[in-house]
C-alpha cells in the first residue's frame, strides 16, 4: 500500500507492506486493478482546506488515499447483497478510503458491477468525475451555451462530452497545453486563461449576453470571471475550491466549500450580488448515488465511445512506487484526463 503518517507534499508518501483488511458487515473486500487520483487525495495529502483533516488533525485518520478504485470483490462481509466473489466492481469509496493499495475494503452501497465493455483502468476515470460532470451539466439542452472552467481535467473531459452530445455549445477553459486536448473532446471554443481573460473572451463569443450554464473546476480567483461570464439568468457550478471575495485577497476553502456541496443548497444570491444569476453546489456527499445512473450511462453510450464519439481518456499511469511523481504530476496541472495508481 501507499500509505503516508503526516500531512505534507507528495514527497511523504511511500510504499509498505501492510495487513489485507477484512470486510465487516455490509462491507466488500477489493482487489484493486487501479484507482484513479482525485482533488480529494491530494487535499487529504496536503491536510488542507481544514476539512480535510476532519477525524484526524494532527495526522492523517486514514494512512492511505485513494476513493475511486476498480476491481474484483475478493470476499463480501454478512448482509452483503448484492455482489459476490469474482465480481467486477467499480466505486467512490470517498469515506474510507483506501485505494492506493492492493486491497481496499468499501461498504456495497458505494459500489456498482463494473460495464463489461469498459477495462478496469478506463473504469476508475468514472465514479467521482462522471458523477459530478452529470450532476454539473444536469439538464442542459441543444443550443444552450456553456463555459467550463478547467476543462482539460478529469470532470472536464466527461463535462464537455456530455454536453456536447447534449447539443450544447461549449466554451473550455485550461492552460495552452490542454488547448488541443479538450477540442478533440468536442469543444467549440478553447481559451488559455494564462494569456487571455476568459471572462472577455466568453462575452465576446456569445455577442455580450454571457452563458446559460457555467462549471467552474478551478475556484480562487475564476470564480469571479466564471460568474461574471453568466448569462442575466445564468446558473454557475461549484465545487472542490477556494474563492476570493468581493475582489479582496482572502479565502473561504472550507466552510464555503461544505456549504456549497450540500443537498438543499440551491439559491439566488440576488441579494448578494445585485442580480438573478443563480450559483449551486455539486453534492460531493451523495456521488456514489449517481454511480449506477452513470453505469446506465457509460453502458448506453459504449458504442459511441468506441467510434472516439465519447471517451473517458487516462492522462498517466503510475506504479504504486511513483505515487509521489502521480500526484507531482497533477500538481502541474500536465494531465490531459484522469491519472492511475496501479498494483
Known sequence: AVVFEEYGAPDVLRVEEVSVPSPGPGQ?????????????????????????????????????????????????????????????????????????????????????????????????????????????????????????????????????????????????????????????????????????DFESRVHQITRGRGVELAIDAVGGRSFKK?????????????????????????????????MLTTPWLRFTPSALMGSNKGVFGVNLGQLWEELDRVKVWMEALLVDYRQGAIRPVVAASFPFERASEAHHYIQDRKNLGKVLLIP
Open 28 to 196: 466488500i473486500l477489493v482487489r484493486v486493478a487501479t484507482t484513479s487520483l482525485n482533488l480529494t487525495d491530494w487535499e487529504g495529502l496536503a491536510g488542507r482546506p481544514a476539512y480535510a483533516r476532519i477525524g484526524g488533525w494532527r495526522s492523517p485518520a486514514r494512512p492511505v488515499l485513494g476513493s475511486d478504485i476498480a476491481g474484483r470483490v475478493a470476499e463480501v462481509g454478512t448482509g452483503v447483497t448484492r455482489f459476490q466473489v469474482g465480481d467486477d466492481v467499480y466505486g467512490d469509496n470517498l469515506d474510507l478510503k483506501g485505494g492506493f493499495a492492493e486491497f481496499a475494503i468499501a461498504p456495497e452501497s458505494v459500489l456498482a458491477h463494473k460495464p463489461d465493455g469498459l477495462t478496469f483502468a478506463e473504469a476508475s476515470t468514472i465514479p467521482q468525475a462522471g458523477a459530478i460532470a452529470m450532476q454539473a451539466v444536469g439538464a442542459t439542452g441543444p443550443g444552450q451555451q456553456l463555459l467550463i472552467n478547467g476543462g482539460g481535467g478529469g470532470t472536464g473531459m466527461f463535462a464537455i462530452q456530455l454536453a456536447k452530445r447534449a447539443g450544447a455549445h461549449v466554451t473550455a477553459v485550461d492552460n495552452a497545453g490542454k488547448l488541443e486536448f479538450m477540442k478533440s473532446l468536442g469543444a467549440d471554443e478553447v481559451i488559455d486563461y494564462r494569456s487571455e
Open 226 to 258: 466564471s460568474f461574471r461570464s453568466l448569462a442575466p439568468t445564468g446558473r454557475l457550478g461549484i465545487f472542490g475550491m477556494s474563492v476570493v471575495v468581493t475582489g479582496k485577497k482572502r479565502s473561504i476553502p472550507g466552510l464555503l466549500k461544505a
